[in-house]
């Protein structure tokens, strides 16, 4: 069978005949569903779309496969409300980035409990492009590198950029007093944002530290647990880092920050917008939200 996701995604595309309109619907980049429709094809050994004259249209395997797919997602979608217009308890379905839920969302779930001890939050850490079946959460969290367009979603955070540490090399023979002394000292890199060092050290006038060079790895979790051991310097980016800094688990060793196009969006899905456990949420996180930014820390404290 066909990777779900890759159908998902040529469904919406075929159905709008439009990547761009596939991608508002999923919540997910253009490049993802040019992505995830061409890992289809190449499964299938079938041209699905086409791409000339930058006009998109559906070759005769595209109009066949089409219908069958529709129906399907639409069957598996009722199947689901039915179920769920029976639950006795509510539940809330949410879908959030691993790093988010880990290092930000999960602190603060207690606090919410307290407030609404009436509801079961279903929290799934993903960091997949695509959902199969998107109506399996009432609200889905999702970074962006770009604004979302999205008529539902709402920003929660627009990110800042800067280096951090543990406290222990600001300690040590070779402190960081300035950007410079970053030459000193070894660069952590995570691989989703190549290019964050050398933007950061382009802000701030740093011209002879090869960007390039450092550890790396898959996950902010980890480039973080590197640098709180003394690895080297990450790039901490905000909210995920403002409680390791409140607590003092890491620090700044310098006041330059660089302005982020990313950030963490909410989205609700259409026909739960008004619904009030759904705005309850929504509205308990944007309180949040602005408790961290407003202290630059977290209300746990």
């Known amino acids: 069978m066909p990777p779900l996701n890759a159908l998902k995604a040529f469904e919406a595309a075929a159905r709008l005949l439009s ?3 596939a991608s508002a619907e999923l919540n997910v980049t253009q490049a993802a569903i040019s992505h995830q429709v061409r890992t289809l094809e190449t499964y299938l050994g079938l041209e699905l779309f086409n791409r000339a004259h930058q006009r998109l249209s559906l070759t005769n395997a595209g109009k066949s496969y089409l219908p069958t797919l529709t129906q399907s997602f639409d069957l598996i979608g009722q199947g689901y409300k039915e179920i769920i217009t029976n639950r006795k308890s509510f539940r809330l379905n949410i879908k959030a980035p691993s790093s988010f839920s880990v290092q930000w969302l999960l602190p603060r779930i207690a606090n919410y409990q307290q407030q609404h001890p009436s509801i079961d939050v279903h929290l799934s850490a993903q960091d997949n492009d695509i959902n199969f079946f998107p109506e399996a959460f009432d609200i889905e969290i999702q970074y962006f590198l770009e604004p979302c367009t999205n008529s539902h979603s709402t920003l929660l955070f627009a990110e800042e950029i800067f280096p951090v540490c543990s406290p222990k ?16 000292h070894r660069l952590l890199h995570i691989n989703f944002y190549p ?14 530290i090869n960007a390039e060079l450092g550890h790396r790895f898959d996950q902010s979790m980890l480039t973080l647990k590197a640098a709180k051991h003394g690895a080297g310097i990450a790039l901490g980016r905000s909210p995920i880092v403002n409680q390791k800094l409140a607590n003092g688990t890491l620090v700044e060793p310098f006041n330059i920050r660089l302005p982020s196009q990313g950030g963490y969006w909410l989205t609700t899905k259409s026909d739960l917008a008004t619904c009030p456990h759904v705005a309850d949420f929504k509205d308990w996180l944007l309180q949040e939200c602005d408790a961290d930014q407003s202290t630059g820390t977290s209300s746990l404290n």
């Not at 964050?196 to 002879?208: E, T, Y």
């Open 19 to 21: 990547f761009t309109a």
């Open 195 to 208: 290019e964050d060092w050398a933007m950061w050290l382009d802000h701030a006038g740093v011209s002879h």
């Open 169 to 184: 090399l600001l300690a040590g023979p070779q402190p960081l007093l300035q950007p410079s002394d970053l030459a000193k």
